[in-house]
Structure formats: C-alpha cells, structure tokens
C-alpha cells in the first residue's frame, strides 16, 4: 500500500511539471504574434520563431475584392505622391531646368513644389497628378551633371483598420567618370503591396498598404564620357524623361496565426486529459494486472513451499519412526 501511494505521488509530480511547461510555452508563443510588432522569442532555442504563417500571391487589379480590401485599396490608390528628382554633382541652377508632363505627345508645364540648390546638388519636388504618367526634365544648360537620384514620397492615412503606409525611397544612379547624357529615360514601375494581418481573436483583420518601385535603367545609355558630352553638337538643353507606370497586378501578403488563442487553451485542456491518460494508464494496469498476477504467483511460490516444506517433514518424521526397529532387529541377531 505505502508503494502504491510513492509510485501515485512521483506521477502526480511528473504530470504536474509536464503540464506547467506546456502551458508557459504556449502562452508565450501565442503572444508572438503578428511577428513585426515582437522581439526575439526567449523561450525557446530559436530566438526567431514566431506565432505567424505566411502567404503571398498576385492578384489581378481588375479582380472584385472584399468590403475591407476595398477600403485599403482605395487608399493606396488615391495617395497623393510627390516625385522627388536630385541632380548630384552639377553647376546647374534651378532657373534652368523646366519640367513638364507629356500628355498625348504634348509637352504641358507643371510647377515645382519645390526646388533648392546646395552644395552641387539640385533638388526639385512635383506633385504627380496620377500614378501613371511621364515627366520631362527640360534642362536649359550645357554644364555636365555627374549622377541623379529619383524617388518618390507619400503621407500616410489611416481607416479604421486599415493603414496606408507613408512612402519615400529613392535611387541614385551615377556612373565614375561620366557625365549624364543629354537624352536620358528613366523607367519606374509602381507595384501596389497589401498586407493582411488576421487577428489572434475574433474575426477584425488589419490590413495595411504600401508601394514597391521597380527601376529599369541602362546606365551605358544615359551616361557618356565627358569627351563624348563635350563633342556633341547640340549643347543647349539636355531632356531627362521618367516614365512613371503601375503593374497590371498587386502583391497580397497574409499573416495569420498559427494557433490562436481560443486553439490555445482547448489544445491545452485537451494536452492536459491526455497525460492524465497516459500517466494513469500505467497504475491502471498496476493495479488490475500487474499486481494481482503478483499475489498470485506470490501466494502459489508460498503454497509451494510449504507443501515442500510439510512433505520434507513427514519424511523426517517417518525416518525417525523406521529407525528404532532397524536397531531392535539388529540386537536379536547378535544374540
């Protein structure tokens, strides 16, 4: 019985230890999550791991989407961008360059939200009117220019649940010892990017958006050698053209969860019950097989003994009886 109560209380302990240390690391992976917004995970050997499964696709603009795609949707879609165009390493001034927008072959003026000169670097700002269009840089000097930077800002906006990100990069092209060329295009591609994030509970996702540029330059074509510049024969002006374009498609990213919360504590009831299981298994089948084939063998070794041991003793006890004649016997022969 005192065995009994030991092997129940080492089991108790076990299955208590057990169920502790999975209830501490599910609680804390499942806090991990959504992965951009948590720090590296120290409850575990990889510091990386993360409550969160991926997904990516394309999708086509011209494909319907839900009431909530919608709304971020439009939100990138209407953001208000402003081209940002450096010209690096120049004596050009900002009264000499004149942009314009090309609409049907028609060069039409447009203002500069801002322009400013420092230190050999021209940076001028425009307000695009749309997200598909082609600027014109009409610079009316002969003075080299040794690189430029184009790029694009935005401000953020938010909607309920949906975020617009707040844009800006930019990208530098420049060839070592080269000047640009008095005729030079630049392609830029705006590919829209969504992000869904699902929730850890309940059925509300955010959903936030942002746009991915994709340059297409050739930098042996818009940049010449100094001698080349120098010998050309038109030196009044030079055009840089940015065409500006959006991909026919939007890149959709999914976040969800891999367990979420309500998973989490059914899991864990469920984890809990079946260690119950299994660590009473055993003392079940202690109790009602293993023990009583035990006793049993147990009680059949001792009644085995003891019939040996009542057997040996009868022999005993019929030897001593036998003896006394032999020796009565013996005595009548000698006389």
């Avoid at 707040?166 to 070592?176: D, I, V």
């Avoid at 297409?216 to 010998?231: A, G, L, P, Q």
């Avoid at 089948?285 to 059949?300: E, V």
């Amino acid at each position: 019985r005192e065995g009994e109560i030991w092997i129940g209380g080492l089991a108790t302990i076990a299955l208590v230890i057990l169920v502790a240390q999975a209830y501490a690391f599910s609680t804390k992976f499942v806090t991990q999550y959504p992965s951009e917004q948590v720090d590296n995970s120290d409850f575990a050997c990889d510091p990386t791991i993360r409550n969160a499964v991926f997904e990516t696709s394309l999708q086509s603009l011209a494909m319907p989407k839900s009431d909530d795609e919608q709304v971020i949707y439009d939100l990138v879609k209407n953001q208000r961008l402003t081209l940002n165009v450096n010209l690096l390493n120049t004596a050009i001034t900002c009264s000499s360059i004149y942009p314009k927008q090309i609409i049907d072959s028609l060069l039409v003026p447009i203002n500069f939200i801002s322009c400013s000169q420092n230190n050999s670097i021209v940076k001028t700002a425009i307000m695009l009117s749309n997200d598909a269009v082609t600027i014109q840089f009409i610079i009316d000097d002969f003075k080299p220019i040794g690189g430029i930077r184009i790029g694009m800002s935005g401000p953020g906006k938010e909607n309920g649940s949906s975020i617009l990100k707040e844009l800006g990069f930019s990208q530098a092209f420049y060839n070592a010892d080269r000047t640009l060329a008095q005729s030079a295009t630049v392609s830029l591609q705006l590919t829209m990017a969504i992000n869904k994030t699902e929730p850890l509970s309940g059925s509300d996702s955010n959903f936030t958006g942002i746009w991915y540029p994709t340059y297409t330059v050739d930098k042996n074509s818009i940049f010449v050698t100094r001698e080349d510049y120098i010998s050309s024969s038109n030196l009044t002006k030079t055009a840089l053209t940015i065409l500006i374009s959006q991909s026919s498609y939007y890149i959709k990213h999914n976040q969800k969860p891999i367990v979420r919360q309500s998973e989490m504590i059914f899991k864990n009831f469920i984890f809990t019950l079946f260690c119950m299981e299994i660590l009473g298994l055993p003392l079940i089948l202690l109790k009602l097989m293993i023990m009583p084939l035990f006793k049993f063998i147990r009680s059949r070794c001792k009644q085995f003994i003891s019939e040996r041991s009542e057997s040996y003793e009868l022999n005993r006890e019929l030897t001593d009886i036998e003896d006394p004649h032999q020796v009565s016997s013996t005595c009548d022969l000698v006389k």
